[in-house]
């Protein structure tokens, strides 16, 4: 099987030299600085916020990394072949946003390599992180192989189609299990529920679509018209209302989640008027709201830098929500008394930026070395 | 900290890194060791495993109570501290502070050794140059300057101010026979009036015992507590807190407990009742409290005595024939209720503590009938000019329900069983001593001077001031011992003015505001490494005393401070030197001391000097005397049996000059006329306890109070980075104390909780961080002191707000006690 | 088997903060980071203010949500009943200070409350992220005590070093009895107004079960399920009013 050569028309070239200028300058300066003063270079503490930005751009990624496979499953496991337009960019994708993802959360973390082993060999199976970690690697290493084997033109072979299937039920798998480990927390109110990971797939699946445009038109440029056929009507017809459709379902659940937590009083939850007082929340909402009106409106729904910025803006959105959700969670402070007065302070520290700059820096260089490298705008033939 | 940066001697490195450790090497070849910094901070060695753990008897010094501890010290490093459970004031038990001691001795920035000045200007912001001396040197320094004065007759010019004095030889050494060999008035001068010298001079002029009391707290079920702040900072502290859980948690019938202070604390929070009131009003209240227990008859009639007829005759603003009353233990009951009782009733004192008239008459009425009954008081009552008689009133209020030397009531301290001394300082006085021209000089503080404060035991904040203005003459020489009131005393600035003009030695082991300002340091031991007895501080009447042993080699280069003393009075001409030789050493002392015990072995089976060692403390009980429903008895060895007859009670227990407890008081009678010359006050009002409002210093629009907290450790918790987050607890200072201000004011001036404030006074302005609170009222500010030093350490340089830079030296003119809580601030935004 | 347990009695604490200084003694705890705190709450307006502490250490679970996030178990339960870190095994992924209710989990790299960092001070090397000159003789990575190495979390231990070496069959460990005082917990030996009791849930004999029989003893957050081996005891008198424990009634098997 014969794959299509497509040169890509984007702004690649310079979204490769940012993107890994950006990725080597924010490792440096993370580096720099956890290597000089540690942990202690962060904002968070044991009095406050535990799990700072770092882990927010983790969460952000992880989710994202689940809807890009969601978003190239359609073809290869749920038969929409118009996504195979896509379907190599997305798992390529998917597996540069989890890698960038899991390098955050690795500089997060007080011991990353230990934890290759540590994990492992104690088998700790009723806790969510295990099994997060245990399907994100699965997930990881079918992804890898799911691309190889598009790579080398075997799109859905029954060998291939399996892998694509069992790789997206681990990405499935792997967020619902990261939605558990807050929604499990039920000393943490503001996170508290069984419908949590429900919430992460759905803002897997906004994300997902959000980025499958952003980088298809990356790749492409944005003038619609001078996109292969294939690839214009998945921008124009499937993939723009999957991202539509998403988006507004994600806006609805963003608003009824913000409405319950200034509906109620139960404890934890007060920390919802900290949040919608703040100004990151106000631009989720507004960028929503925008990329709606974009997306719903005919004239400009088809124009490539539209769909952009609608993409781009609810990508900032997610990210937002996800701060506040990880963040919020943690503000009520948990019985320290009089040593932390109302709720607790927090700022993320330029280390804790860096990080989370790595990790975004890392996952846009991976994107365009692979549309350099591996031809990421490839589909079958047929 | 630049200042204080000096080098030191290869010797005293090497000696320093014995004792922490291994030493970065680094050091050595920079040639920048410093006083200060470096060798404290170089690697200590890692702990062996299975060490071996030894326990040292010792006594704790973050307060006076003296508890018994036991230190823990395995291979060469002391870790923990815990109560010595064989000692009757610990019982196993510590405070907060009781557990800093390991910080204490490993304080980074302590000093390393003696060390002289070598830059001759002095102030604040001026580096001492400091230079590695021996003490050998530093011995002869001081003992040169000594007997230079004392041929030039002006011996008097030398002064030895110390602060915590725990009796006479619980420095390690009896220091008051230094003034009488040498032949200075100013050797010694305490710091009780800066202390808590209101509450013994309203006892002094009420029962004639110039002393704290002891208290038998067990057994009372009732406790009125004005002032003395019991779960944060009141002594003895650890076993108030010990008391505390028995009265509140395990006795039967539970005893109840009202507390009055002027913000919401610990005590307040977990006592029946809280009232808070305006500051320096709480003699208002117990003049209430008094009235509303005659007009009900709830006085104790065994002890107080009766109408003749039986017939309750107080009526509110009716005045009685004192003819018609049977005093029985008390003097001038009747002339007190028509001169002022009779008008203060609850309603009254409402308006002046602003309290409400309800809860003063409630409490009026459970203190009258619930015995035994104690009403007990300290610093937040009588650090006022009107603080003796606020004390006196309160006082007034044990007599009226029989409590004193009353089972569950309260009395005095007896004390130790004492061996002699090594020398006695009356064989050593030459013709200088007994007769030189220092006789006929008053003491520099003109305490006992009829131009300064006749009736006071001490005037240490004077001194200053006085020097400055050459009355009663300037001071040539000036050492200090655990006294720091360059930065503690009212009215600290004139004390730079006066050390910059004076020679001063400090013998702190810490990096102080004194040492700032010092010509020599000589720095003593801390605690955990010195020899030292100490005789209990008022507990429960019962002699007791406890030993310090070492439980470390010292450090560093440093010297008890005793053994410096022994050093320097050693080195002084005459007989003065031949006594200090014969005293030899702090350790010395102590074992002399023990002697005593061989005759009066404690009721632990201490009897010599191993076995108080060994226990760390001798104690004998009982207390010898009780007064049972108005009658006086006396142990006989088996129980409280021998009567007393009236002379005895005045020679042993109510040493008045009636040997009654006196409303009417014989000591302040005797001194009437100066009294009356020095305050303007009436002659026949000023020998009652009667209402007199507080001369409010600072001349702002809102008290000002600073009281202690449970984590002040004499001063050292400012530079403990451990301590200083425990701090100020209840308004959440968790990097420095915090001003508490009511919202109502916070409104006012818009100011927000969090922000830094400008607190100001008549005095100067200081700075703080504000917290907005419920927990004081909304005339007061409340900031604790301990913080806002300009030195002291890298962690309290600079931390927090000097409170005593903003509070006037005003004093009260009997006790000579300085009036902290009696300042008027305004506050604004910074 | 022993269950090691500590009860508070709200009726006698005083909020001294004893508990928290010598915690930080015996565990050389960083300043402001006390394996136990005394907790200040202000309720209500002047003259009729409240002012509230409640003292809390680590609640030592029966059903330790800390333990059951970590995804190392490095948090464990040892046989004694005591939540413990292997400090070999944390990750710091902090999970478990997300996870614990009662926040009594503390990361070793943090900023300094106290500045100049005495960490920076005392400084430390290999396995000890600091080295004060005080510190205790113990150390044992593998159950959490003694000093931290960087980027593990740490919490109390009930003073495992101490109560390991308890007397085996011991129903209360009461520093009172000098015998047995060197196995006590540095914040209930300390406890001047003896508000705190520690001993063995599973001894029927135990003086803590009797109390948290006759005061109505109360765990913090109950219906987390957590199930807190810390009793608080308030109000006194059996059967009296009292805060209930959960919303259910639950029977042992």
Not at chain 1, 196 to 221: D, Q, W
Not at chain 2, 443 to 463: C, F, S, T, V, W
Not at chain 2, 528 to 541: M, N
Request: hydrophobic letters at 40%; glycine letters at 10%; charged letters at 20%.
């Amino acid at each position: 099987m014969a794959t299509t050569q497509m040169q890509a028309q984007g702004p690649m070239g310079t979204l490769m030299l940012t993107s890994l200028g950006g990725f080597v300058v924010t490792l440096g300066v993370a580096l720099a600085m956890l290597m000089s003063g540690g942990h202690a270079s962060f904002n968070t503490s044991s009095d406050g916020v535990n799990w700072g930005l770092p882990v927010v751009a983790y969460v952000f990624l992880s989710m994202t990394s689940t809807g890009l496979a969601l978003v190239a499953a359609l073809a290869t496991t749920f038969g929409q072949k118009e996504y195979y337009a896509i379907t190599k960019r997305c798992t390529w994708l998917s597996i540069a946003t989890l890698v960038g993802g899991f390098t955050s959360l690795a500089l997060e973390m007080g011991h990353p390599f230990r934890m290759l082993w540590a994990i492992p060999m104690n088998m700790q199976i009723v806790s969510p992180l295990f099994w997060m970690g245990v399907f994100y690697l699965i997930a990881l290493v079918l992804l890898v192989l799911k691309f190889q084997k598009m790579n080398a033109g075997d799109w859905d072979s029954p060998g291939s189609r399996m892998i694509g299937n069992l790789s997206v039920v681990a990405e499935i798998l792997a967020l619902g299990m990261l939605g558990a480990a807050f929604g499990m927390m039920a000393m943490r109110p503001a996170w508290y529920g069984s419908t949590v990971p429900l919430s992460f797939l759905l803002g897997g699946v906004t994300a997902g679509a959000a980025f499958a445009v952003l980088a298809t038109h990356l790749a492409h440029g944005t003038d619609q018209d001078g996109m292969p056929e294939k690839v214009r009507s998945l921008l124009q017809g499937g993939l723009a209302k999957l991202f539509t459709g998403a988006t507004a379902l994600y806006l609805a659940y963003i608003g009824f989640h913000t409405l319950s937590g200034l509906w109620t009083n139960a404890d934890g939850l007060q920390v919802m008027d900290r949040i919608v007082a703040t100004p990151w929340f106000w631009v989720g909402i507004i960028g929503l709201v925008v990329a709606l009106f974009i997306m719903l409106s005919p004239a400009q729904r088809s124009n490539g830098a539209m769909q952009s910025v609608a993409s781009l803006l609810v990508l900032v959105a997610v990210f937002a929500g996800r701060y506040d959700y990880i963040i919020g969670g943690q503000l009520v402070p948990m019985f320290k008394g009089t040593w932390v007065q109302g709720l607790v302070d927090y700022a993320p520290s330029l280390t804790e930026w860096m990080v989370t700059g790595v990790g975004i820096f890392l996952t846009l260089a991976l994107f365009a070395l692979g549309e350099r490298a591996l031809n990421l705008g490839a589909s079958p033939k047929k | 900290m630049k200042i204080l940066d000096a080098k030191i001697s290869r010797r005293r490195f090497l000696q320093a890194t014995g004792a922490t450790g291994a030493a970065g090497a680094a050091g050595i070849g920079a040639g920048k060791l410093a006083g200060f910094n470096a060798l404290s901070e170089a690697k200590a060695a890692a702990p062996a495993s299975a060490g071996n753990t030894v326990v040292t008897k010792s006594i704790c010094a973050q307060c006076p109570a003296r508890c018994g501890i036991d230190v823990y010290t395995t291979d060469g490093r002391v870790h923990a501290i815990y109560g010595n459970d064989g000692h009757p004031i610990a019982n196993g038990k510590l405070c907060p502070k009781g557990h800093l001691g390991t910080y204490i001795l490993y304080d980074p920035d302590r000093f390393k050794g003696p060390m002289k000045r070598t830059n001759s200007a002095k102030g604040r912001d001026q580096d001492p140059k400091f230079v590695p001396i021996s003490w050998d040197e530093a011995f002869k320094t001081v003992a040169d300057r000594l007997n230079a004065l004392r041929d030039k007759g002006e011996s008097h010019r030398f002064a030895l101010l110390f602060g915590r004095g725990w009796g006479a030889s619980d420095v390690g050494v009896n220091i008051v026979p230094f003034g009488g060999l040498y032949g200075s008035p100013n050797v010694p001068i305490g710091h009780s009036s800066m202390c808590s010298d209101g509450s013994v001079l309203a006892k002094q002029c009420t029962d004639g015992n110039a002393s704290y009391s002891s208290y038998d707290y067990r057994n009372a079920n009732y406790l009125l507590i004005f002032g003395a702040n019991f779960l944060e900072s009141f002594r003895p502290y650890n076993n108030n807190l010990q008391v505390w859980g028995h009265i509140r948690g395990e006795k039967s019938p539970k005893t109840r407990v009202t507390y009055v202070d002027v913000h919401m604390n610990q005590t307040a929070a977990a006592s029946d009742r809280a009232l808070l009131l305006k500051p320096g009003t709480d003699g208002a209240l117990a003049l209430a409290i008094a009235h509303v227990m005659l007009t009900e008859g709830l006085w104790d009639r065994n002890f107080v005595g009766d109408f003749k007829d039986g017939v309750n005759q107080f009526k509110s603003g009716q005045s009685l024939d004192p003819a018609s009353f049977n005093e029985k233990w008390v003097k001038g009951l009747i002339e007190w209720w028509n001169i002022e009782l009779k008008d203060r009733t609850p309603k009254w004192a409402a308006g002046v503590t602003t309290l409400n008239e309800r809860d003063i008459l409630a409490t009026a009425r459970e203190f009258g009938t619930t015995r035994p009954a104690i009403a007990l008081f300290e610093r937040g009552a009588h650090t006022h000019s009107n603080g003796v008689l606020n004390g006196m009133a309160i006082h007034s209020l044990n007599a009226l329900v029989g409590s004193l030397f009353a089972e569950g009531g309260l009395a005095y301290q007896m004390g130790p069983a004492y061996g002699a001394p090594p020398a006695k300082d009356g064989d050593y006085q030459d013709d200088y001593a007994k007769n030189g021209p220092w006789k006929s000089q008053p003491r520099i503080d003109l305490k006992g001077h009829p131009d300064g404060y006749l009736m006071a035991k001490n005037m240490m904040q004077e001194i200053a001031k006085n020097h400055l203005a050459g009355k009663p003459y300037k001071l040539d020489t000036v050492m200090f011992y655990m006294t720091n009131p360059v930065f503690s005393s009212p009215g600290a600035k004139d004390w730079e003015e006066f050390l910059k003009q004076v020679f001063v030695i400090d013998t702190s082991p810490f990096p102080g505001e004194t040492a700032v300002m010092a010509d020599l340091v000589l720095p003593d031991n801390t605690y955990l490494e010195r020899w030292q007895d100490a005789p209990t501080y008022p507990f429960q009447g019962w002699p007791l005393a406890q030993i310090r042993v070492p439980a470390i080699k010292p450090l560093y280069d440093t010297k008890t401070f005793a053994d410096v003393l022994i050093g320097i009075g050693g080195r002084i001409k005459g007989p003065t030197g031949e006594y200090y030789k014969k005293l030899e050493s702090a350790e010395n002392i102590v074992r002399h001391l023990a002697k005593g015990f061989e005759a009066n072995p404690g009721d632990n089976g201490v009897k010599d000097f191993d076995s108080w060692v060994k226990a760390g403390v001798w104690y004998k009980k009982p207390y010898h005397w009780r007064q049972v429903r108005g009658e006086f008895f006396e142990w006989d060895g088996k129980g409280w049996n021998k009567k007393m007859t009236e002379a005895e009670v005045k020679d042993k227990l109510l040493k008045t000059p009636s040997g009654k407890f006196e409303f009417k008081s014989g000591y302040l009678e005797k001194n009437a006329d100066w009294v009356a010359s020095k305050t303007g006050r009436d002659k026949a009002k000023l020998v009652f306890p009667y209402w007199e409002e507080p001369k409010y210093t600072g001349g702002g629009d809102l008290h000002f109070v600073t009281p202690k907290t449970s984590m002040h450790a004499e001063g050292r918790s400012a530079n403990i980075p451990n301590a200083i987050p425990l701090q100020h607890p209840t308004a959440g200072g968790r990097k420095q104390a915090l001003a508490e201000i009511h919202p109502s004011v916070a409104k006012a001036k818009g100011i927000r909780d969090g922000d830094r404030i400008r607190i100001k006074s008549a005095l100067g302005e200081i700075y703080a961080v504000a917290r907005v609170t419920e927990l004081t009222r909304p005339d007061t500010v409340v900031l604790p002191f301990e913080f806002g030093h300009w030195a002291w350490g890298r962690w309290a340089k600079d931390r927090g707000s000097h409170v005593d830079a903003v509070i006037a030296n005003q004093s009260d003119r009997i006790s000579g006690m300085a009036s902290y809580y009696t300042g008027k601030v305004s506050v604004e935004k910074a | 088997m022993t269950k090691w347990a500590m009860v508070i009695d709200l009726d006698k604490c005083t909020g001294c903060q004893a508990c928290s200084t010598a915690c930080q003694m015996e565990n050389n705890r960083l300043p402001g980071e006390n394996y136990q705190d005394v907790l200040y709450y202000t309720e209500g307006t002047f003259p009729n203010t409240q002012l509230k502490w409640f003292p809390r250490p680590c609640m030592q679970c029966e059903e330790p949500s800390c333990m059951h996030v970590c995804p190392t178990k490095a948090t464990f339960k040892s046989e004694d009943g005591v939540v413990l870190i292997d400090w070999n095994k944390c990750i710091g992924c902090k999970y478990c200070m997300i996870a614990c209710p009662y926040g009594v989990r503390f990361y070793t790299d943090e900023k300094a409350l106290i500045e100049p960092n005495i960490k920076q001070v005392f400084k430390g090397s290999g396995d000890l992220s600091w080295n004060p000159p005080y510190k205790g003789p113990q150390q044992d990575a593998t159950r959490g005590v003694g000093i931290q190495p960087n980027g593990v979390v740490s919490k109390c231990t009930f003073c495992y070093h101490k109560i390991s070496m308890a007397p085996k069959g011991v129903a209360d460990l009461d520093e009172s009895i000098p015998e047995l005082k060197e196995f006590v917990p540095a914040c209930v030996r300390t406890c001047a107004p003896k508000a705190r009791y520690f001993g063995d849930l599973d001894n029927p004999n135990s003086y803590v079960n009797k109390l948290i029989q006759d005061k109505s003893g109360v765990r913090l957050l109950d219906h987390t399920g957590n199930k807190p081996q810390v009793y608080y005891l308030s109000g006194g008198g059996a059967g009296g009013s009292t805060v209930p424990s959960g919303r259910q009634t639950v029977n042992k098997a």
